[in-house]
């Protein structure tokens, strides 16, 4: 037998109903490459239909892939497969998290853990390499992640990586995370551990990760490749923020901040970002100085570096020193990356106590925030979940749903006054599940049934729809391609790969160019606010931008930072090199795969997906029931139409055009948007076309 390498081989399968602790092959499920792939299909296969999240019959697939741990660059992400609390239909989604968690669950010789069962006592997973046994909870169960990482690191030692869930999770908080490595988080899935009362895994792992034998020079020349000529910084900005000598262009929303006199100025000495032009390796990871990115020019004497996920030379995570947070009981170490930053800053609603948005004040309450939600396990639903508190408190919804003595219980003065404290209270309560006030944590749809909220909350808010999730990179983010790519999953996208693209930094005409020779034609990129209707290259756009990003989570790599459409290097003429995945692939794996074969079993990820909601959802009527369009997207801007200039603004008709284009582009039955037997078989799935014909779910 030809030995394995990129993968472990195996996985691991826990049930914590019976004790039972086993091993899963890999290989059988190849096809599905990784992390998303391999979770949706042992949730199709082994999860009945009309299972709900916390029901023991659920299950959680924390999958890698075949790159998790190799050193390929972005590769640290994990993938967390399972039902989801959140929308009506308990459909599947995906949470991710970065840190170091699924390198290091690969050094231990894994590919992924299926967690079965439910535990009917709190317990935590030990795994050391291949030694995995299940252990008592008891002393953990009320703390929140980061004393639960510190207590199981006294146990295992200082070298174990630990991902756990706050009391959030354990309250079966819907809107709870997964943290790893004090603040990786992964939203969506901590209340499922918590109904199954694992309350944390921690892992060692020893053992070296095989790539393809006699393959280790290719390998290290590929990588020096992306990093001299391709790679940018965070969400692949290819240009810098400001001015600088080698630089052809520049863009004030780059990421990419490295300038001279620029510091990390509570690094001990300070550490200069300087500039960091293309092809100085060793500098990548000072291109992102994302803290002043997030908070403004005060984060810049506070940071002490720029952190990150293994393997990543982006560091997009901003690492801080802020005293102020010792007045709240905490240490005065802060470590996060945007939407931990910007969704405390949105609770306070009255704006900050000095009255400067990017000032200390509202650098103080986003870290103290950002260290409450992550140590809680409190997931923002991508900046939802401080929305939902400003439209009830702002309607007197929250007045009418509360109780009047829990009410005047809350110190709204602290809101009033921007006093970050009020965190203090807004984290706890939702956490614990403190009286009625709590239930800000259901999510939108069960939120707005219980406190009865009106049709207008559906009609703004930045809701996409009633699956229960907040637009992410939409209709203002490349046209028809931004609302076909937030249609397709059963949370926010999480999508970058097409707004990546958009917010390269490059000008629209070379983007334009780049895009005619990825996807047909120039006019799959449409200029900012002056969109035109929709076409085949859209469609062709939208669909790579998904399967890109089921490929991202499977294989894994980080869609943050990937795919490499474009590069920062003038003499490439700015061009990325979007065969990268697959060339690393080919090296850790030893299957040579061209980049239209990774594409054909991303897009059998896709459809899988697709399939995976069918079920849950019970209904083949994708377009009509699943794949709606938010009012807002049609009536912004009354006095404009659609297709004219200055204007985000989108036409119903067209809008359903595009869907029928993306369904077809897909293989999917183009009246309802499910798919259909022959599609299914031809991305070797037969058996999945089969239960769907069982269910009477094919179209």
């Not at 990871?285 to 990543?312: N, Y």
């Not at 046209?479 to 490059?506: C, E, K, W």
């Not at 594409?599 to 794949?627: C, F």
């Amino acid at each position: 037998m030809a030995k394995i390498t990129g993968w472990a081989g195996k996985m691991l399968r826990v049930n914590l109903t019976t004790g039972a602790i086993s091993t899963v092959d890999t290989m059988k499920y190849k096809d599905f490459i990784g992390g998303a792939g391999i979770g949706y299909k042992i949730i199709f296969d082994e999860v009945p239909q009309g299972t709900k999240a916390y029901d023991e019959a659920n299950k959680v697939v924390f999958g890698v892939g075949p790159l998790t741990g190799t050193g390929a660059p972005c590769s640290g992400r994990t993938n967390i497969t399972s039902l989801a609390p959140t929308n009506p239909y308990h459909a599947v989604t995906d949470s991710h998290m970065g840190g170091n968690f699924g390198a290091y669950l690969k050094f231990a010789g894994w590919d992924g853990i299926i967690v079965e069962g439910a535990s009917n006592k709190p317990v935590w997973l030990r795994i050391e390499n291949d030694k995995v046994t299940i252990e008592d909870a008891a002393h953990l169960w009320g703390k929140g992640t980061v004393e639960t990482s510190m207590l199981l690191n006294e146990e295992m030692g200082k070298e174990a990586c630990i991902a756990s869930i706050g009391q959030a999770g354990e309250n079966l908080i819907n809107l709870s995370s997964i943290v790893n490595s004090v603040n990786h988080s992964a939203g969506g899935h901590g209340g499922i551990l918590g109904a199954k009362k694992l309350k944390a895994i921690g892992i060692i792992g020893t053992q070296a990760i095989n790539i393809a034998e006699g393959k280790g020079k290719d390998w290290v020349d590929l990588n020096a490749y992306m990093m001299d000529e391709i790679i940018g910084a965070n969400n692949q900005h290819v240009v810098p923020n400001t001015p600088q000598p080698w630089a052809e262009f520049h863009d004030s929303r780059s990421r990419w901040t490295a300038q001279t006199a620029l510091f990390w100025g509570a690094a001990k000495p300070p550490v200069e970002t300087g500039e960091c032009p293309p092809g100085e390796k060793n500098k990548v990871g000072l291109r992102t100085q994302k803290a002043v990115f997030d908070l403004g020019p005060v984060a810049e004497a506070r940071t002490i570096k720029m952190g990150g996920c293994h393997s990543c030379p982006i560091r997009c995570q901003s690492n801080l020193e802020v005293p102020e947070l010792e007045k709240y009981g905490l240490t005065r170490y802060a470590a996060s990356t945007c939407i931990n930053f910007s969704s405390p800053g949105s609770v306070m609603l009255k704006g900050y106590s000095d009255g400067d948005p990017k000032g200390e004040v509202a650098l103080i309450t986003k870290c103290l925030g950002s260290r409450l939600a992550d140590d809680y396990g409190i997931w923002s639903n991508y900046g939802q979940l401080p929305r939902d508190f400003k439209y009830a408190y702002t309607t007197g919804k929250l007045k009418e749903a509360l109780p009047k003595e829990e009410y005047d219980s809350i110190p709204w003065d602290l809101v009033e006054s921007g006093d970050p404290a009020f965190l203090l209270e807004f984290y706890r309560r939702i956490a614990l599940k403190e009286g009625e006030f709590s239930h800000l944590g259901d999510g939108p749809y069960w939120l707005a049934e219980r406190w009865k909220f009106d049709e207008d909350y559906w009609n703004g808010n930045s809701l996409w729809s009633k699956m229960a999730y907040p637009k992410h990179h939409s209709n203002e983010s490349g046209a028809q391609v931004g609302v076909l790519v937030n249609i397709m999953f059963n949370r926010d996208a999480n999508s970058h790969t097409h707004q990546n693209m958009i917010g390269a930094g490059l000008p629209t005409e070379l983007l334009r160019e780049i895009s005619g020779e990825v996807w047909g034609s120039p006019d799959a990129f449409d200029v900012p606010q002056n969109y035109t209707p929709m076409n085949e290259y859209k469609a062709n756009f939208a669909k790579w931008s998904l399967d890109r990003n089921f490929l991202h989570d499977s294989i894994t790599l980080c869609n943050w930072v990937w795919p490499m459409t474009v590069s920062p290097s003038k003499k490439r003429n700015y061009r990325g090199d979007t065969a990268l995945e697959a060339k690393f692939f080919s090296l850790a794996t030893g299957i040579e795969t061209s980049e239209a074969e990774l594409d054909l079993a991303a897009e059998r990820i896709s459809t899988l997906h697709r399939a995976l909601t069918v079920k849950n959802m019970k209904t083949i009527d994708m377009r009509n029931q699943h794949d709606t369009i938010p009012t807002y997207v049609f009536d912004v801007d009354p006095d404009k139409k659609p297709f004219t200039p200055g204007t985000v603004k989108m036409d119903k008709d067209d809008m359903q055009l595009a869907l029928t284009m993306l369904y077809k582009a897909y293989g999917w039955d183009e009246k309802t948007g499910a798919p259909t037997r022959a599609t299914l078989e031809k991305l070797g799935m037969k058996d999945v076309a089969d239960e769907l014909e069982g269910l009477k779910l094919l179209p």
